[in-house]
């Protein structure tokens, strides 16, 4: 699969087929045993490859339609009165589309490594590990919401190069808010040490 990938320049195919050598090498080289022990960091591995493009674009358009749809009742629980027409969301003095790039799918991907990074380095059994995992879903989707909640109420009360500069400098903070709460998280459900030492 992966020569085929290569010489018909299949990228995803070439992925999954990479993927696929390490996970069977691992079993013959190794075992099962080992293969279970090493469950959590192989499967961060899944996050890594390019999508095949039908399938990106399906999970994006999701994304961002779910995440218009949570920024546009975040705005309706502050008392305000948006119109929501397809990834616009129109505010009273503000109007403002949830392209792509702010569909929430990045950042998802990037807590999927992250979490998984930190359930593989805690001292909790796995099924609260995969807890800890099952938790990034939500938890990227109400993260990413309010970001757009709060650039389009910068944009209602300052205009709109206010909300561009907010917009930019958001993903980051987004990024380390959803780490922080993530090693919250860890901590209330009983994980105490990472890699062997305090976790707080």
Known sequence: LLLLAVRQELL????VAILGLIFFSVLALLGRKKL???????????ALPPLPGPLLSDLTLGAQKLSTTL???GFHLMGLHPIQNGMTIHLDRYAMEVEAPCSGFKLLLTLLVLGGALAGLTDRRRGRKWLLLLGIIPLALLVNALRIVLVGLIGEAAGFSAAQR?????GYASRVLCLTALLTIAHAMGCRKLAGYPLF
């Open 166 to 170: 907010l917009h930019d400098a958001s």
């Open 36 to 46: 279970r022990e090493l469950a959590v960091p192989l499967g961060m591995l899944v």
């Open 12 to 15: 995803a195919a070439g992925s």
């Open 71 to 73: 920024a546009t009742q």
